[in-house]
């Protein structure tokens, strides 16, 4: 350190404690408790879909924004193992409960799209439609990642939930549109490059060598259909007669 100069002040990030006053009295609370608040605050008030189960599959968190997408109370699942009743009509595990039982096989079966995370070490992603959850049909998207104690043994897993409905709508009537576009695209036959035509009775000469007629060409390179008349000229050549005015 450079004399002179007085020495940098220390930060001290540590929590402080809480005095907390009800009716019994003053209550003082542990750096340690003050933590666990703020976790749980945290998870209360996350806009995203949060829930949280132990090594037993028991469901020990359940947000605000899980029941608003649920439609099932923390209340009723808090403590128990019935987590799946949100997102399906007969028993099955989540993604939290593949993690706690390290059983991988059947993912393709149970979801069209999944992985590992891309974010979380160890984490599963998975995504998909589903018919009823809340009430609504919603495409879904999960992400689950496991919470290990210091020494590595599982504490549990938090699973996290979005739904993306209205974008999947968005993008599958696009790509519903486009396989239109392609399909109507298939159908127009058009003419394009030289064409032998014969300057005298306008037969074209196709690919095979034969020379059709010019409708005939038409109708089967394209899907114009030709009506037969004939213009003022050619009614005079060929009815001359019917052609010339009445006398009155």
């Given at each position: 350190?450079?004399?002179?100069?007085?020495?940098?002040?220390?930060?001290?990030?540590?929590?402080?404690?809480?005095?907390?006053?009800?009716?019994?009295?003053?209550?003082?609370?542990?750096?340690?408790?003050?933590?666990?608040?703020?976790?749980?605050?945290?998870?209360?008030?996350?806009?995203?879909?949060?829930?949280?189960?132990?090594?037993?599959?028991?469901?020990?968190?359940?947000?605000?924004?899980?029941?608003?997408?649920?439609?099932?109370?923390?209340?009723?699942?808090?403590?128990?193992?019935?987590?799946?009743?949100?997102?399906?009509?007969?028993?099955?595990?989540?993604?939290?409960?593949?993690?706690?039982?390290?059983?991988?096989?059947?993912?393709?079966?149970s979801y069209p799209v999944h992985g590992p995370s891309l974010l979380i070490p160890q984490g599963l992603h998975a995504e998909g439609w589903y018919p009823n959850v809340g009430g609504k049909r919603r495409y879904l998207i999960f992400d689950a990642s496991p919470i290990n104690y210091e020494d590595g043994r599982l504490l549990g897993v938090v699973e996290t939930l979005q739904d993306i409905t209205v974008l999947k709508q968005m993008e599958e009537e696009k790509e519903r549109l486009n396989h239109e576009l392609i399909e109507a695209l298939n159908q127009i036959k058009t003419l394009s490059g030289l064409i032998p035509i014969c300057a005298a009775c306008k037969k074209i000469r196709d690919d095979k060598g034969y020379w059709n007629q010019l409708e005939n060409y038409l109708e089967e390179h394209s899907d114009a259909v030709f009506s037969h008349g004939l213009c003022p000229e050619c009614f005079q050549e060929y009815f001359p007669d019917a052609a010339k005015p009445r006398k009155e």
């Open positions: 350190m450079v004399m002179g100069m007085e020495k940098e002040k220390e930060i001290d990030v540590t929590l402080p404690c809480i005095v907390d006053k009800n009716d019994e009295g003053i209550r003082l609370r542990s750096p340690e408790d003050v933590l666990i608040k703020i976790c749980e605050n945290m998870v209360q008030n996350c806009a995203v879909a949060i829930f949280v189960i132990d090594s037993y599959h028991r469901v020990i968190q359940w947000n605000r924004a899980c029941e608003e997408l649920t439609g099932i109370k923390a209340t009723d699942v808090l403590g128990t193992s019935n987590h799946w009743t949100a997102f399906y009509d007969h028993h099955r595990p989540t993604l939290s409960d593949r993690i706690i039982d390290n059983d991988f096989q059947g993912l393709d079966n």
